[in-house]
């Protein structure tokens, strides 16, 4: 082989040895970017957008991939992140590699982040409306004690007697006489009250916080007046003996004669009020001075009514269940018939006026009264058990609001009392009458005009002690020395009116008193 031969050979083999080219190459568009440059949809450099299916890293890569620490779709989330109903981090428990429970089951402390995220939003949610009820809750507060600030600084002036103070609303409200202006004030200033040191000391107190002369007791004049209220038909001195927790009710009949305070010819104590000493006003405080000039009892309180304003009392409450033994009648009219009845108010005005048919007259009708005073104190026990002291407060509301009574009693007074009231029994309750006994029976009364009347005179020692037995506990004894009592009849005939304690328990089951025989 010559030499061209071989060299032929040689560059055939080294044509066969030299590698191909992998790729035509294409010719480049010179007006495209380079570098940092947009490539097309499909193609683009490092962190730049890179079409639909692809994104570098730390970018939004599509719906099925994204970068570490960002969101991966539906079925996969780096570590720490919600991972669906079916996957969670090593963090909430032990997860076998086997996609299984520990245990077979979701038991073994293993908390799927399902319920993990459910209670991130759910506390989420609480914490919102804790802050919503945190700030009203302290608005609420703050107002509260600002109005109470308010109500107890002393911004406004509460006059009495005379006297001027400074005082706060609260404290106001609590002194507030809202019916005082009917009768007026009472002056007490004449009161020895003589406190038996023995039984009282220096330091004694009861505990209720009312105005009180005598500390322990507290005791009411009650006055019920007649259609053209001159006279004072009903007389009862209702002293609370708060100490003892009794109630005890003195009545003072109508006919008692007291020729030392009253102008009229027949010397009775219903007259007082209007033919007292005219130099003494108002006409209550003639009452007033007469009650403890012969009785020795401190009055700190009084109650007035009109045999009117009874019969929208009685109605306002619903009535007064009572048993009657026979029908009664007033003027000539059958009112109400016998057994188990529900007196309205007009009936039980008549009710309580009703005197012609008893055998001994008033002392019949005030017996009678006894009844029904005894049926009222059980209708306001039913109303505090069954609906409630509010119930009785209500009631006092609308007598306040309609003046069915005049009282000096403040509404804070007022309210302590039917609270204590309120927790008697019918057995805590008793009921006397001022012994004594008519002048028609053995001795008639022959006024200074030259007519007889009837007056019921007072038998002395027997009230004395009475009323010391009773309605002086924290007091020293009366003594005749003491009173103003004047006993018309000295030689006693009668006895039946003395010493004739009772409580409302049996007069509530006693029979009526005994009717006259026609």
């Known amino acids: 082989m010559n030499s061209n031969d071989n060299l032929e050979a040689q560059g055939v083999q080294d044509k066969e040895q030299r590698p191909k080219p992998l790729k035509k190459l294409v010719k480049v568009d010179r007006n495209a970017r380079s570098g940092e440059v947009y490539h097309g949809q499909h193609e683009a450099p490092p962190q730049e957008y890179h079409g639909k299916h692809e994104a570098p890293p730390q970018e939004y890569h599509g719906q099925h991939e994204a970068p570490p620490q960002e969101y991966h779709g539906r079925h996969e989330a780096p570590p720490h992140v919600y991972r669906g109903q079916h996957e969670a981090p090593p963090a909430y428990g032990n997860m076998p590699q086997n996609g299984q429970y520990p245990g077979g089951n979701m038991q073994g402390g293993y908390i799927p982040p399902m319920y993990e995220a459910y209670n991130e939003a759910d506390e989420k949610k609480k914490g919102s409306w804790l802050d919503v009820v945190l700030k009203v809750m302290s608005i609420a507060v703050s107002l509260v004690i600002i109005a109470v600030m308010v109500l107890n600084l002393p911004i406004v002036w509460y006059k009495k007697n005379g006297s001027k103070e400074r005082v706060s609303l609260i404290t106001y409200f609590k002194r507030w006489q809202p019916l005082v202006e009917i009768e007026g004030e009472l002056d007490k200033t004449i009161v020895d009250p003589k406190i038996n040191e023995e ?40 002293q609370f003996d708060i100490m003892a927790g009794k109630l005890r009710i003195l009545q003072i009949p109508r006919d008692t004669a007291v020729p030392d305070f009253t102008s009229c010819v027949n010397t009775k104590f219903n007259s007082i009020y209007s033919m007292g000493d005219q130099n003494i006003n108002p006409p209550i405080q003639r009452v007033f001075n007469a009650v403890y000039q012969c009785f020795g009892i401190a009055i700190d309180a009084y109650v007035t009514t009109t045999c009117f304003d009874i019969v929208d009392l009685v109605d306002c409450v619903g009535g007064i269940p009572m048993t009657l033994d026979a029908p009664i009648q007033y003027d000539g009219v059958t009112i109400v018939d016998s057994g188990d009845v529900v007196l309205d108010g007009v009936q039980a005005e008549w009710f309580i006026r009703y005197r012609a048919g008893w055998l001994e007259g008033d002392i019949g009708r005030m017996q009678n009264q006894r009844r029904f005073m005894a049926a009222a104190m059980q209708k306001m026990l039913d109303i505090s058990k069954n609906e409630g002291k509010t119930k009785l407060y209500s009631y006092m509301k609308q007598i306040y609001d309609h003046k069915w009574i005049a009282t000096d009693m403040s509404v804070e007074d007022l309210s302590k009392l039917i609270d204590f009231a309120s927790n008697l029994t019918m057995e805590d309750v008793q009921v006397d009458m001022i012994p004594g006994e008519g002048s028609d029976v053995t001795k008639p009364y022959i006024g200074p005009d030259g007519n007889e009347y009837s007056i019921y005179s007072i038998h002395l020692q027997e009230t004395l002690d009475l009323l010391n037995k009773y309605y002086r506990p924290y007091q020293k004894p009366l003594t005749r020395n003491d009173t103003a009592i004047i006993e018309w009849i000295t030689e006693h005939a009668v006895s039946s009116y003395d010493d004739k304690t009772v409580t409302l328990d049996e007069v509530l089951n006693s029979a009526e008193p005994a009717r006259a025989p026609n």
């Open 199 to 238: 039984v009282v000391p220096e330091d004694f107190n009861d505990g209720l916080d009312l105005p009180q002369i005598v500390e322990g007791q507290y005791t009411v004049l009650f006055l019920g007046f007649d259609e053209e209220s001159f006279n004072t038909d009903v007389m009862w001195l209702c």
